[in-house]
């Protein structure tokens, strides 16, 4: 299944893994350590999603956690922040405070748009298509390998959680660690880059 079909048939926690799991891998872009999103990670592995399509008893516990990683990623004002680092604010800024199936779809769909645009803003490869959309609905051929790796790593967090439900947590977040790591070495040449 491509990556928007996966979006479109995920259960709530799904969602709220894929949304979470784009935004972890963009944590670097906020100068956030490895550990800022762990709360949000354990009430997704301590919740039960619900027939109703919302994240069970996390439900009640995810706006406080939401709150507490807004207050630790909180920035200066985005005012003379680049392109890369408004997006990955954004994708923090619109995460629900409700764990229900309608919001975390389109935070998720949203999140998934936007760190794709991230990873291809920040592709040393693929500067000369910088402004195209990446297509979510087909494969990596032709993509730039930093962008193709992200597409794979959402399609893949999606893919465990719809086979293995919440067992499929931890190899998610396995892979989105991975995507953090990469994204921070690209950051951190840029900084040097542009020093």
Known sequence: ?????????????????????????????LDGDDEALRP??????????????????????WAEGLAQVRDKLAGPDAGGEDEAVVLARRMLEAAPAACTGPALRTWADACSVASLRIHRLLDPVGAAAREADVPRDGGTEGLPP???????RQTGVLELLAERGAAGLRPALEVSTEGRRVLRAVVSRRARGRA
């Open 1 to 29: 299944m491509s990556l928007v079909e996966l979006i479109a048939r995920a259960d709530a926690r799904g969602l709220a893994a894929s949304g979470l799991a784009c935004l972890d891998r963009c944590v670097p872009l």
């Open 146 to 152: 930093l962008v193709a790796a992200e597409l794979r």
């Open 40 to 61: 949000l990670w354990a009430l997704l592995a301590a919740a039960d999603a619900d027939a109703d399509g919302t994240c069970g008893a996390a439900g009640r516990d």
